[in-house]
């Protein structure tokens, strides 16, 4: 058997309606005044399913319950491990353009390409003497390197189902099992305990980033409510020094002097963590006091 797509594309003869299209709201205005909440849209979407499925079950020929499904998403709640490595893939191909950034700003840092760090330095100088370049300067960078792509775009085919981005060719059979199944499970027993097994595992990862999170801004919170009294003291004592330190020394030093303690040579950095790290990592959080 086949398959056959049918694509409907709508135009618009008028640019200015397409325009104005790209800064209305996507949806009614009573939705941004009195918004439904997540259990109501659950209710009001699987609602809706059950009369598109009956109202399609009585076509000719009749549709599917699972096709109604995938058209409204109905589904999008429930677990998958084929649309999580999907989402996770996609979070980290958002992520590699920051990082290829940090990497580039730390092989300045380090001196891996030193004329680069010596022309940043010129370009730090720039910056401080002449701030009110700054906005133009990026505009119309970002101006340049978008007119230049225009030329080397892709041509992305429209279609409603990107296989290799949803992992479908590399998905394996007991996930696709599980995707398809029920709620509740109608498995055996032992199927369900390893896969709530391996849901744990990925779990016990995602239960220890969110600790790490908590435990950060606890930090924060602990520095202006005084759960440690010294640490609060040491800075509060600093936040008065740079008040008057700022009120002497003009903005503009300031940053050129910081930005040349950033990129300074390695040869006058120390491997070991700086002292506001230290000082951020000794404040205290709730982590230990969590059975």
Not at 22 to 28: D, E, H, K, S
Not at 30 to 43: C, E, K, W
Not at 97 to 110: E, F, L, N, S
Not at 200 to 215: P, Y
Request: proline share 7%; with cysteine.
């Amino acid at each position: 058997m086949g398959e056959i797509e049918i694509a409907v594309r709508f135009s618009c003869p008028s640019w200015l309606s397409i325009i104005q299209a790209y800064v209305t709201p996507m949806l009614p205005r009573m939705h941004y005044v009195r918004p439904l909440g997540p259990a109501q849209q659950d209710i009001l979407r699987h609602t809706a399913m059950r009369i598109v499925t009956a109202r399609l079950a009585r076509s000719e020929p009749p549709l599917g319950q699972e096709v109604v499904q995938y058209m409204l998403d109905t589904d999008n709640h429930v677990w998958s491990m084929r649309r999580s490595k999907a989402n996770w893939f996609r979070v980290i191909t958002f992520l590699s353009r920051a990082a290829t950034i940090a990497r580039w700003v730390h092989g300045i840092r380090t001196w891996v390409h030193p004329p680069t760090t010596v022309l940043v330095h010129l370009l730090l100088v720039a910056i401080v003497l002449c701030p009110h370049l700054v906005l133009p300067t990026v505009f119309m960078y970002a101006f340049l390197i978008l007119a230049l792509r225009f030329r080397c775009r892709g041509r992305f085919k429209v279609s409603s189902v990107d296989t290799r981005l949803s992992c479908v060719d590399s998905v394996a059979p007991d996930e696709l099992d599980e995707e398809f199944d029920g709620f509740p499970a109608t498995r055996p027993p032992e199927v369900v305990r390893i896969r709530y097994d391996r849901l744990r595992a990925l779990a016990g990862r995602a239960q220890t980033l969110l600790g790490d999170v908590a435990a950060q801004g606890e930090r924060i919170e602990a520095l202006f409510n005084w759960k440690d009294p010294r640490a609060t003291c040491i800075f509060v004592v600093f936040c008065l020094f740079a008040s008057f330190l700022f009120y002497i020394v003009p903005f503009k030093i300031f940053v050129l002097g910081f930005g040349f303690y950033y990129i300074r040579h390695p040869r006058f950095r120390d491997d070991m963590p700086s002292v506001p790290a230290n000082f951020f990592r000794r404040l205290p959080s709730m982590s230990d006091q969590i059975l």
